[in-house]
């Protein structure tokens, strides 16, 4: 294969260069050589890759004589596993460590697992995330693009941590192009209007766990992990408020209590008469359900349980409301749409943005502005008719 020299320490090799950087002599007086290879994009001409080629050089010689540590040989693999045992444990809650693992494991680990950080590039990134796939129904479908930039900031966190660690220079994630929005999923609503809530509610008339919690999550705006999370000792019906001190978190199967998504999450919301008197009545049937069981209810604290007294399953809740609601006009709500419901309703009757943020536990009231800016971008229109009227 013809060679030839680039300039010192760089030789051209067909598509690729060869970097050598001298490190002086060893004890023996053995010459002391790094090596590295270095390939350009293809679709770039030879006077740019020399160009390109001749700055990766200077950047590989400074990490040899100790001005960087880049580690950019390391393995995919290598990264997830430190990843885990540094980063995760002290960052991640454990119910996000334990789903991120399993999106790795799912989407990354048979592509990526054995390449090098080097060799992971924004190109290559791109090409992955729009080819995602999933199957449902039987069939190979492209993966929902909310759902791709779900899977793409678990990326986004990986190569975050390498730069932090001096691992590589930036993070290849800078400028990847994810798949446009799926526009008919999109703008599938997710919230319920003023005109339906009255034929929604009357679904859920009468006493059973599941109209409590629908209930419940209407009303306050509370994240279904809050509600599941909330213990007896976090309502005060006497001052009809209830403080968010937890959220129930499920790893690998296990149900364990924690603490709220943000710091910000752990608050205090009002509750009405209404949703005092549907509490009140749910611990009256609680306290039969504990009679009957004779002692053997397990978390008699929890304010939402199974039959048995165990914590309730986020996910069997909402499937099992997916079932309630099938054949409906509401089959598109989930548990989190109340929640939606709640903060829509609240906007449009002029209640203020900031103190919506804090109802809802969000981090700051720019999370709740991106969320709701449809909302907004609405009641500033009505702002303006308001103006005229009065004017006129």
């Known amino acids: 294969m013809a060679s030839r020299r680039v300039d010192t320490g760089i030789i051209r090799r067909g598509k690729s260069y060869t970097f050598t950087v001298a490190m002086g002599r060893d004890v023996n007086g053995k010459q002391i050589r790094k090596t590295t290879t270095f390939t350009p994009p293809e679709d770039i001409t030879e006077k740019k890759a020399d160009k390109l080629a001749k700055e990766e050089y200077?950047?590989?010689?400074?990490?040899?004589?100790?001005?960087?540590?880049?580690n950019e040989n390391m393995r995919f693999v290598d990264l997830c596993e430190e990843y885990f045992k540094v980063y995760a444990?002290?960052?991640?809650?454990?119910?996000?460590?334990?789903?991120?693992?399993k999106m790795i494991d799912r989407h990354f680990i048979d592509y990526f697992g054995n390449k090098k950080l080097k060799d992971i590039v924004p190109g290559?990134?791109?090409?992955?995330f729009c080819k995602l796939t999933v199957i449902k129904d039987g069939e190979e479908r492209p993966m929902a693009p909310a759902t791709v930039k779900r899977v793409y900031n678990i990326m986004q966190s990986l190569f975050t941590?390498?730069?932090?660690q001096n691992y590589i220079k930036d993070t290849p994630c800078r400028g990847v192009?994810?798949?446009?929005k799926d526009v008919t999923k999109e703008e599938k609503r997710k919230t319920l209007t003023e005109e339906e809530l009255p034929r929604f509610m009357a679904l859920f008339e009468g006493y059973s766990v599941l109209n409590t919690i629908v209930k419940v999550?209407?009303?306050?705006?509370?994240r279904a992990g809050e509600a599941l999370g909330l213990q007896?000792?976090?309502?005060?019906?006497?001052?009809?408020?209830?403080?968010?001190?937890?959220?129930?978190s499920d790893v690998g199967g296990k149900h364990f209590l924690t603490t709220p998504k943000t710091k910000t999450s752990k608050r205090k919301i009002y509750i009405s008469d209404t949703v005092v008197e549907i509490l009140k009545e749910h611990k009256e049937e609680q306290h039969k359900l504990q009679f009957a069981l004779a002692g053997n209810f397990q978390h008699p604290e929890m304010v939402f349980t199974s039959e048995l007294g165990n914590y309730k399953d986020r996910c069997c809740l909402n499937t099992s409301l997916r079932r309630f609601l099938k054949n409906t006009e509401f089959d598109f709500i989930t548990l989190h749409c109340l929640r939606h419901t709640n903060a829509t309703l609240l906007l449009n009757s002029g209640v203020d943005l900031k103190v919506v943020s804090e109802h809802l536990g969000h981090s700051d009231v720019g999370t709740t502005a991106n969320i709701y800016v449809d909302i907004l971008d609405t009641t500033r229109k009505r702002t303006a008719e308001i103006i005229e009227f009065k004017m006129a």
Do not use: Q
């Open 217 to 222: 999550l209407l009303y306050t705006g509370m």
């Open 58 to 70: 200077v950047n590989f010689k400074n990490r040899c004589k100790g001005l960087w540590t880049f």
């Open 161 to 164: 941590y390498a730069v932090s």
């Open 177 to 180: 192009i994810l798949p446009g």
């Open 232 to 248: 007896w000792s976090d309502i005060d019906f006497k001052n009809k408020m209830i403080t968010v001190n937890h959220t129930l």
């Open 124 to 128: 290559m990134l791109t090409d992955f």
């Open 89 to 101: 444990p002290n960052k991640l809650k454990p119910i996000t460590a334990y789903n991120y693992e």
